[in-house]
């Protein structure tokens, strides 16, 4: 073996056996494929159980929300491909987040007529339970902030959408026709 073809990597600029940093493209498609995977499982609220490891112990174990999964991600593909916005993206996702804002403002409201008509007894009781009233927020603790999240997956879905047509739009897919 000769030890003159050994190439020392800088830690700090690796990137994991290519040399080469990914495209805008392909950054893209990383996105969409996350966001995709994310969509393709129950919507559900998460949770902590208790796990025992090897001694017996009890440990806490977090089951992330697939909703607010979801979310993030189609939240990421928007942030990856913010360069690439045209008119057509901008007027759809702007109708997308007023659709959104009116969704919110409706569960607002709800809460808030939730809140004012409860019994002393329950107001009570929620706020031991460090349940609070928060005028522009929805609290987790009612229902109405787990239909909201289900609105705003719906919406999002549709977001994501919007993105594929622009990442259509911009033919990012088309290069790929003619490498393979």
Known sequence: MNDDNIEIIDPENYRGGSK????????????????????CVEMKEGYTTMKRDKFGNEL??????????????????????GVDMDEEAEK?????EDELKKELNKYLQLEHQEWNTAPAQVKIAWKQRGIVYLPEKLNKSFFFYNEYLLDKVSIYRRIYIEMDKLANRKQYWKEEFFEG
């Open 20 to 39: 080469e940093p990914l495209n805008h493209s392909q950054i893209v498609k990383i996105a969409m494929t996350r966001a995709i995977e994310a969509g």
């Open 60 to 81: 806490p174990v977090y089951v992330p929300d697939t909703r607010l999964v979801f979310l993030e991600c189609v939240e990421t593909l928007r942030m990856s491909m």
């Open 92 to 96: 759809n996702l702007k109708e997308l």
